[in-house]
């Protein structure tokens, strides 16, 4: 992403909304997975505790997801970095 | 001079006014959004169509107060996974 | 969620936009209930207007949701109240 | 001194001004979301993958008109029960 | 939608408005029109290019779409139009 | 009068400041939105319930980089069609 059309106040101005742009989407991945992993993983509501089998689909549930949002952070960054080369730019 | 001395003044209260009220308002935001989700998610495990008629069974009641009490265990384990473990971003 | 770190004229301000998000949220629900119910009582589109069956459903998949809803809340607020006294925060 | 009466008046009209149009923009946005709502209900009702061409077909076409339109009555409907009925929140 | 308890200044400014929720508006659609195509017609992973059956999926899944989407709009404006008529407001 | 001047200048280089700002995040959301997009259909085709354990396994790591891969193409090619096409709008 190009900022080099903007002076310094606008760059200082433009990184503090990155930043609360950056809280603000972990807040909403967060979120997101805690509904994902409950939604998979819990089905059995004759308790109102999680039973361990379901914990342990929580667990596993969670690690997975990160990971998976850590790959496709590289292989998105690669094929942004394509398309900037290919000069079909933005 | 006063005038803008007092601005000045003025302007740092604003701006930790401003603080409270975002960090307060995105606090509201967050437990709107869980109780949301609590609420779509809960109705989706314990109340399936075709519906007999427009009254919470004994059954559905007693699916939605765990659901929600496992929903909010989920929550919290989650949390703790994401604070202790690796961050993946 | 605890406000009194506001002074007076900020707790003005948050009642004020708590009603704002009230009434959003009011309308959020609202527009969620009509997409639900239709999505599960309307299948037959062999006319215009809805039949009596698909009539019935919406009435019936209406009060379903909003005594959840009132439900959910009950609970939820005995959670939140829960999550407050053992200290675990926010 | 009148400066500042100017501005108070002036602050008035702001006012007045910006509910106007947050009235405005609050309507515009509910039937923009209608309207989205509807668009992606119907197609989920009405038309279905494989897609065999790019065009609509006539039972597709006649499909879409009348999901719109009891999509229509529905929000009519529900949204008399939640003036007239019990609040659920 | 009734503009006419706005002044001048406020119409510009609401017209201004108008402009930049079409322009977010249709971004939202694009992107929406992305997810379902690929949802719907994107399921063998056995390369990372598209196969030819799936370019085909996706043009037919976009052509429908759009002319899916005027259709709707013919027949909400419509629907709209009724219901300031019938006096039931909106 | 200068004063007035000066603010006026002050105004026109706030408002380009802003345009310049206002695109950048424009930018940033639509990158963001992408991203999380591809997050969320990426995990639905290439890793499903139930999990065995909480590593990617190898063919779920193949089938995450040529999702990312073809939904980039199909990002394109949409965008193709919508600006050279007919608009549906």
Known sequence: MDLSNLNAVERAQMEQLIEQKQMKDFLRMYAGLVDRCFNDCVNDFTSSKLTSKEETCVTRCTDKFLKHSERVGQRFAEQNAQLQQGGQGR | ?89
Chains 1, 3, 5 share one sequence.
Request: glycine share 12%.
């Open chain 2, 1 to 89: 001079m006063s005038f803008l001395f007092g601005r000045g003044g003025a302007q740092q209260q604003q701006q930790q006014s401003s603080l409270n009220l975002t960090a307060a308002e995105s606090e509201l935001d967050m437990i709107t959004d869980l109780f949301n989700r609590i609420v779509e998610t809960c109705y989706r495990k314990c109340i399936p169509a075709p519906y007999q008629d427009g009254e919470l069974t004994k059954g559905e009641s007693v699916c939605i107060d765990r659901c929600v009490s496992k929903y909010f265990e989920t929550n919290a384990k989650v949390g703790g996974k994401m604070s202790g473990g690796a961050a993946g971003r």
